[in-house]
């Protein structure tokens, strides 16, 4: 695999991780919402929707567990892969970025760099990474 898209893994299931999360805050917020109706009724001894949405929710977070364990797995190795670079910018970039999640911009103001000398800087640390794996 190419070094490029093992660093975008890393990034790419943060982001899913993420937006799971979001997603389990959704289903506890329409869990909390859903009431039972009292009538005089005899009771349906169906599954509710209460329960189906917390069942979809402990799915969801025991995905997003082993999604997490996978991830920090993915981030050692990339940190180690990382740090065989010699120069501290370079490596400062790449962990902003792929590690971080941090975007372009928001790394070249961090390291105090216009845009386009952080994209040369990347590319250059991308090429190194090539050479030395």
Same mark, same amino acid.
């Given at each position: 695999?190419?070094?490029?898209?093992?660093?975008?893994?890393?990034? #790419? *299931? /943060?982001? !899913?991780?993420?937006?799971?999360? $979001?997603? %389990?805050?959704?289903?506890?917020?329409?869990?909390?919402?859903? &009431?039972?109706?009292?009538?005089?009724?005899?009771?349906?001894?169906?599954?509710?929707?209460?329960?189906?949405?917390?069942?979809? #929710? *402990? /799915?969801? !977070?025991?995905?997003?567990?082993? $999604?997490? %364990?996978?991830?920090?797995?993915?981030?050692?190795?990339?940190? &180690?892969?990382?740090?065989?670079?010699?120069?501290?910018?370079?490596?400062?970039?790449?962990?902003?970025?792929?590690?971080?999640?941090?975007?372009?911009? !928001?790394?070249?103001?961090?390291?105090?760099?216009?845009?386009?000398?952080?994209?040369?800087?990347?590319?250059?640390?991308?090429?190194?990474?090539?050479?030395?794996?």
């Amino acid at each position: 695999m190419d070094i490029k898209d093992y660093l975008k893994q890393v990034r #790419r *299931i /943060d982001k !899913e991780i993420s937006s799971n999360i $979001d997603l %389990i805050e959704r289903l506890r917020a329409k869990e909390h919402s859903c &009431t039972s109706v009292l009538t005089d009724e005899p009771r349906n001894d169906s599954v509710s929707d209460k329960t189906k949405i917390t069942d979809k #929710r *402990i /799915d969801l !977070e025991n995905r997003i567990s082993q $999604d997490s %364990i996978r991830l920090y797995e993915l981030i050692d190795e990339a940190k &180690t892969i990382i740090g065989k670079l010699h120069d501290t910018t370079k490596r400062s970039i790449l962990t902003e970025y792929y590690i971080n999640n941090k975007s372009w911009e !928001e790394v070249a103001i961090i390291m105090g760099y216009c845009y386009m000398h952080i994209q040369r800087l990347h590319g250059q640390s991308l090429e190194e990474l090539r050479k030395m794996l």
